[in-house]
């Protein structure tokens, strides 16, 4: 049976596998992913699942057969292409663990199309387990019905991502010290764009100096409050999503302005 407005049911598990899916294929599933399917959402042959390869795109496929520890899928057909996510990389300063995988599950919510996590000098927290990172991500993708994963990047240094930076990408740069420019006013700017947040303790004056002194940046505020590094990155990913992103259908910028 072929998708119809019907079928799958919007409540069918939705998964991440890979390699990319064809149409036909039986594709076996294992691991953690069998286990949420066959123990969490218990499903039976027959049973609709959706599955995205974050490469063509989301699938309906139906259940083959269902064990304690593997299932069997027949992919039937492909439901959407792989989405183009509006053009923002989140450059967020690494923060303690909860608090860094809030910002990465929200950014992933909230339709980011690369994460950039950043070591700054009052960093707490100086490395990231990707793998575990990846896996906050999928699962946000999987609840939230992207087909597209974020593309999460290796922490870099502040320094070294001022210096590889894309001429063509608009740096906006949240800053509680000085005054920046209102941060619903500067983000109403077509093209690539990026938010850059600091950590628990803040820039330094140096970090400051040498993030002003890109030609890209636009320095930002978020309001009178100072906000949490957490709060910060998931406000201004949200404010940019609604005045430049794909909160408003196409952009909200119109082209040239
Ligand atoms: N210096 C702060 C701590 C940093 S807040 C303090 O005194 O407690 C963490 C990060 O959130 C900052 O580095 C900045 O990037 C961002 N941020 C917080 N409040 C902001 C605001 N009102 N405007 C712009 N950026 C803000």
Redesign the pocket.
Known sequence: MSATPAWPPKSAPRLFVSPPLSPGETRAIDGPAAHYLARVMRVAPGDAVILCDDATGEWAARVASAGRRDVTVEVVERLRVREEVPDLTLCA?LLKKDRFDLVLEKACELGVRRIAPVITHRCVADKLNLERARAVLIEAAEQCARTALPVLEAPVKLGALLAAWEADRTLF?????RD?QP?ALAFARPGPAAI????????DDGERGAIRALPSARA??????????E???IA?TALWMGVTGDWCGASSVPPGK
């Open positions: 300063a740069f949240a800053d509680e010290v920046g941060a850059l947040v600091g950590p628990e303790g803040g820039f930002v505020s978020l309001g009178p409050r100072i906000l949490r590094g709060t910060a990155a201004a």
